[in-house]
């Protein structure tokens, strides 16, 4: 009985290593949350961001997206995916990111 434990408590520590190893080396951190996207120009702009076209008002429209790493957030015309504002990272994730820091 105590080796089943024994085996099972290693095989776990070793399959947590493993992933926390290989998650480390891809640069894939576990997610602290959605990304807040916030409008804090001064006009109404369309975004698409990967799963749909979204409209931000001006003056503090917002919308919330996964934090994926690399994910692209578009500029979004006619329901037609545009020119990529940003790329989110994984330093963004759980923060609010303000659309005024990256377009110009």
């Known amino acids: 009985m105590k080796w ?3 085996f ?6 070793v399959t947590f290593s493993l992933d926390t190893v ?12 959605p990304v807040k ?18 409209m931000l008002y001006h003056g503090g429209g917002s919308t919330s997206v996964s934090c994926d790493n690399n994910k692209e957030i578009c500029l ?13 990272d ?3 994730c759980g923060k609010t990111v303000k659309l005024s820091s990256y377009l110009k």
């Open 37 to 54: 996207i916030v409008n804090d120009t001064k006009q109404d702009i369309r975004i698409y961001t990967g799963t749909g076209h979204v």
């Open 22 to 33: 290989a998650n480390t080396q891809t640069g894939l951190l576990p997610s602290k949350g």
């Open 4 to 6: 089943h434990f024994f």
């Open 76 to 88: 979004s015309h006619n329901g037609k995916k545009g020119a990529v504002i940003f790329k989110i």
């Open 8 to 13: 099972l408590a290693s095989l776990w520590f």
């Open 90 to 92: 994984a330093s963004m």
